[in-house]
């Protein structure tokens, strides 16, 4: 009997014969309904779970699956995925670190220079057949803090020094001894050196709120916060005032709280840009997750250690 996939991911369908073409038999649910409705119907026929990070997978529903056994995350990020009661069944998880990282350092870049140099306004302006000269900062030579130099980071590192010669700091949560930028230990005097300040950092308990009034307020009023990590990372609320108060000076987000509502106080600023969770989306990148997925799959299904795997806590 081939093993059954539950596929919680609504971007992929393209790819998904990646996964067919190795055997897998295949069960969709993109939506909250179907997701219900395929748990309820099949639940004790699914061998493995496929999510995203915002999309999880919660502690009654990897309870109603049975004979679950193993449950591959898109992307780096697993924040709503119940880890604890994965460990406690004895499921392996899996994560597509790295994989989309170059997708992702792209659209951070895209969204900075998008943010800095005004080009949404600019592009309005000549639709309504205006032609203001709109004078705004250069992005050569500034100062970039990155807060997160995994796989993303050092992508967006790379960019920043070898195509735009800026300044490099950065803060994770340990010192890279093999990395040439500066490091800096708290967030708040990595945007005290930071003209950009880029998030990279995963989503989670342990980095909710890194960035808060502090560290807006330490990122100064000519400074730009660019967000395509997890909105938990910044405090919502304060990065708001922030922005009304120009007491930075513009901000430009991927990502947010309650997917896809969007707060309308940030749509009715000037000095933000937004886009709709699509950093690490493009035809290279979503290739390489499923194939990670499959490849994570077939090890596991094939008694060899999985690729990713994620560090789960101890059970219960």
């Known amino acids: 009997m081939p093993t059954t996939v539950l596929v919680l991911v609504e971007t992929i ?11 897998f038999h295949l069960i969709l649910a993109p939506t ?29 529903e990897i309870a109603a699956l049975p004979n679950l056994k193993i449950i591959c995350v898109i992307g780096a990020g697993y924040e709503q995925v119940n880890l604890q009661a994965a460990s406690d069944r004895g499921i392996t ?8 990282a170059s997708s992702v350092a792209d659209h951070t870049m895209a969204l900075l220079l998008s943010l800095v140099r005004d080009i949404p306004r600019c592009d309005a302006a000549v ?32 960019r920043a020094a070898n195509g735009f010669d800026m300044t490099v700091s950065y803060h994770s949560r340990q010192l890279l001894s093999d990395v040439p930028y500066d490091f800096c230990s708290t967030p708040t005097e990595l945007a005290r050196a930071s003209d950009f300040l880029i998030v990279c950092t995963p989503g989670g308990i342990g980095t909710q709120h890194l960035v808060n009034k502090q560290v807006l307020d330490a990122l100064g009023p000519h400074g730009f916060i660019v967000n395509i990590a997890r909105a938990s990372v910044v405090a919502t609320s304060d990065l708001i005032s922030a922005l009304e108060q120009r007491r930075i ?6 990502v947010f709280d309650a997917e896809p509502q969007v707060p309308d106080a940030l749509k009715a600023l000037s000095n933000v840009i937004l886009t709709p969770h699509v950093a690490g ?8 997750t499923v194939e990670l997925v ?23």
């Open 127 to 158: 639709r309504r057949g205006e032609w203001p000269k709109i004078m705004r900062p250069s992005l050569a030579g500034k100062r970039i803090g990155i807060l997160g130099l995994g796989a993303v980071g050092m992508a967006v590192a790379k």
């Open 32 to 60: 909250p309904v179907e997701r219900a409705q395929a748990i309820a119907t099949y639940g004790g026929q699914i061998d493995a779970v496929l999510t995203r990070g915002p999309l999880g997978l919660c502690a009654e």
């Open 281 to 288: 989306l493009s035809p290279e990148a979503t290739r390489g």
């Open 13 to 23: 369908n393209d790819y998904l014969p990646i996964l067919e073409h190795q055997g």
């Open 249 to 254: 000076a513009g901000a430009a987000l991927d």
């Open 93 to 100: 998880v899996t994560n597509g670190a790295g994989v989309n």
């Open 294 to 316: 499959g490849q994570n799959l077939m090890a596991f299904f094939s008694d060899r250690p999985v690729l990713t795997p994620v560090k789960l806590p101890e059970p219960l």
